[in-house]
């Protein structure tokens, strides 16, 4: 059974930080393209950012130069790094792979 279980969201104030981390369990993860979506409030589901197994990643044009997408294969986990936050990043944060979700963590960013 797959699980993914993301942890790190927070309140935080414009211009900070956050790490958001995603525990997987129930697939060989290093072989996984694995990615991080957003939905903020009365908004479809985003792509955030997404890193394949080669260890090449994307990034919505949004996010670009601001947050970083990492692995460790070992671990089995996923990260999020957040830099320079804005208050259009509030969302509920969400790590994919293939069609298995995780149930998200809220990031809310005050101005």
């Known amino acids: 059974q797959v699980q993914l279980v993301e942890s790190g969201g927070g309140l935080v104030q414009a211009g900070g930080s956050l790490r958001l981390s995603c525990s997987a369990s129930?697939?060989?993860?290093?072989?996984?393209?694995m990615g991080w979506y957003r939905q903020a409030p009365g908004k479809e589901r985003e792509l955030v950012a997404t890193i394949f197994s080669s260890g090449i990643t994307n990034y919505a044009d949004s996010v670009k130069g601001r947050f970083t997408i990492s692995r460790d294969n070992p671990k089995n986990t996923l990260y999020l790094q957040m830099n320079s936050l804005k208050p259009e990043d509030t969302a509920i944060y969400y790590c994919?792979?293939?069609?298995?979700w995780g149930k998200g963590t809220l990031v809310t960013v005050s101005s």
């Open positions: 994919n792979t293939a069609h298995h």
């Open positions: 129930g697939i060989t993860f290093s072989l996984h393209v």
